[in-house]
């Protein structure tokens, strides 16, 4: 049932096996904790899983009637361990029957999936990120403003945003990627405020757009 507590009992079992296996793991140990190709400082797998919760859930989880926090989204998620150490050794998380069906439209009080918000709240924090993605306000888009409901109890839209970046990162996302993750978003919200009217024409039914610098930006 929704609301009944699956998201958050998830996050915290998978924060008690990151813990056990830390520990487990011998953390203070430095060989080998360097990348060979950045020099940078190499994250562990016990991170890796727990920040992987972060991006999905801002991708697959929105405000609902009944949660501010509701998995639209399936899951499945396998951890694997040295059974002899007791530390985890590799991980997968499968998504299925993602409801594509509230980004084009939502109920009335409910939103949109919360990457957009975050986004829009990140624009905000950064004028760089507003300035190359063209991103304004969340009342500013028909896939956001539709229902009547921007904000959620609960929700911190910059904290969040913060936090997805940071999971990009730590997962292994490049900068490319994160850079056409980012034009996606912005271009399904563009696309969203494209205006069509009634052709002109008498002999067929068609369609035309009225704001084409919407259609050039998306």
Same mark, same amino acid.
């Not at 996050?11 to 953390?27: D, G, R, T, W, Y």
């Not at 609902?64 to 899951?75: A, D, I, Q």
């Given at each position: 049932e929704s609301g009944a507590g699956k998201t958050e009992a998830t996050k915290i079992f998978l924060q008690f096996i990151a813990e056990v296996s830390s520990q487990a793991s011998n953390p203070t140990k430095s060989d080998g904790n360097v990348d060979e190709k950045t020099g940078n400082e190499k994250v562990s797998l016990q991170e890796q899983i727990l920040k992987a919760n972060p991006l999905m859930e801002a991708f697959g989880n929105a405000k609902t009637l009944r949660n501010n926090n509701s998995s639209r989204f399936g899951k499945w998620i396998e951890i694997k361990f040295n059974t002899q150490k007791g530390t985890v050794i590799g991980g997968s998380i499968i998504q299925y029957l993602l409801e594509k069906s509230r980004l084009v439209t939502q109920a009335e009080g409910e939103r949109n999936y919360h990457i957009f918000y975050n986004f829009c709240a990140g624009a905000l924090m950064d004028t760089a990120v507003k300035d190359k993605f063209c991103?304004?306000?969340?009342?500013?888009?028909?896939?956001?403003?539709? !229902?009547?409901?921007?904000?959620?109890? $609960?929700? =911190? %839209?910059?904290? @969040?945003?913060?936090?997805? #970046? +940071? !999971?990009?990162?730590?997962?292994?996302? $490049?900068? =490319? %990627?994160?850079? @056409?993750?980012?034009?996606? #978003? +912005?271009?399904?919200?563009?696309?969203?405020?494209?205006?069509? %009217?009634?052709?002109?024409?008498?002999?067929?039914?068609?369609?035309?757009?009225?704001n084409s610098d919407m259609l050039e930006l998306a």
């Amino acid at each position: 049932e929704s609301g009944a507590g699956k998201t958050e009992a998830t996050k915290i079992f998978l924060q008690f096996i990151a813990e056990v296996s830390s520990q487990a793991s011998n953390p203070t140990k430095s060989d080998g904790n360097v990348d060979e190709k950045t020099g940078n400082e190499k994250v562990s797998l016990q991170e890796q899983i727990l920040k992987a919760n972060p991006l999905m859930e801002a991708f697959g989880n929105a405000k609902t009637l009944r949660n501010n926090n509701s998995s639209r989204f399936g899951k499945w998620i396998e951890i694997k361990f040295n059974t002899q150490k007791g530390t985890v050794i590799g991980g997968s998380i499968i998504q299925y029957l993602l409801e594509k069906s509230r980004l084009v439209t939502q109920a009335e009080g409910e939103r949109n999936y919360h990457i957009f918000y975050n986004f829009c709240a990140g624009a905000l924090m950064d004028t760089a990120v507003k300035d190359k993605f063209c991103v304004g306000d969340v009342e500013d888009y028909h896939y956001l403003n539709q !229902s009547g409901c921007f904000y959620a109890d $609960g929700i =911190n %839209e910059e904290r @969040d945003w913060e936090d997805v #970046l +940071a !999971s990009m990162e730590v997962i292994g996302i $490049g900068l =490319n %990627e994160i850079d @056409d993750i980012l034009r996606t #978003l +912005a271009g399904i919200m563009h696309l969203g405020n494209i205006v069509f %009217e009634k052709g002109a024409s008498d002999y067929e039914e068609n369609s035309e757009v009225t704001n084409s610098d919407m259609l050039e930006l998306a």
